[in-house]
């Protein structure tokens, strides 16, 4: 029976934490237009913002924004259009188009909807922003496996960045695609991010 009475109340709790959680998404999701994007559009640019250079691709857009590569060049176009986005072939491969930010769109950034809730986080302890980002991590990561596939992150939380020397001589290398990291974007969004396992220290039981 003590078993039920703890399981009722933690029960109480996760439903609390997922109707707190679906209450921060009007931040980001809302009808018509804010500074003249879509929250869709927002979407983008800010991802677009934030993605490394193995990233800012059409298709890796549209794994972001959660539609196919024609919904995500469609977006990439009207960003385009609106002067917040260039198109270009990639330096590397040139069949492939690298998406980039520009000047203007990097001052639109500056008011993005979501940053009335970037405020919020910042105003909180150190401690509790860290708690915060590593549960949020580790809740995504768990939902990967159910979804079968894997969120965008940053580089230092991935299992393919290998890193030698030490101090100012530090170097880091992605071993998937085999290319060198500076240490600047290892803090970038990767959309062929693999993490490490969930830790189990944040699990339960
Ligand atoms: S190390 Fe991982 S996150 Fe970084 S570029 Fe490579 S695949 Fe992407």
Redesign the pocket.
């Given at each position: 029976m003590s078993g039920l009475k703890d399981f009722l109340p933690s029960m109480k709790i996760v439903t609390e934490v997922v109707e707190l959680l679906l209450q921060t998404a009007n931040a980001w999701l809302f009808e018509g237009q804010h500074s003249g994007l879509s929250d869709r559009e927002w979407m983008a640019l800010r991802f677009l913002g934030r993605a490394?250079r193995?990233?800012r691709t059409p298709s890796a857009l549209a794994g972001f924004v959660g539609t196919n590569r024609s919904g995500a060049s469609q977006i990439a176009a009207v960003l385009e259009r609106k002067g917040l986005v260039t198109r270009e072939p990639s330096p590397e491969d040139k069949r492939s188009i690298i998406l980039s930010v520009t000047f203007q769109g990097k001052k639109l950034l500056e008011r993005d909807p979501v940053n009335v809730l970037r405020d919020q986080i910042a105003a909180l302890t150190v401690d509790d922003r860290s708690r915060m980002r590593d549960t949020l991590r580790h809740v995504l990561s768990r939902h990967d496996v159910v979804r079968g596939r894997h969120h965008a992150?940053?580089?230092s939380e991935?299992?393919?960045?290998a890193e030698s020397g030490s101090g100012s001589d530090r170097q880091f290398k992605?071993?998937?695609?085999r290319k060198s990291?500076s240490s600047k974007d290892?803090s970038l969004l990767?959309s062929?991010?693999?993490g490490k396992a969930p830790s189990k220290a944040l699990d339960q039981n």
């Open positions: 490394n193995f990233s992150d940053i580089c991935c299992i393919f960045l992605c071993r998937f695609f990291v290892t990767c062929h991010f693999e």
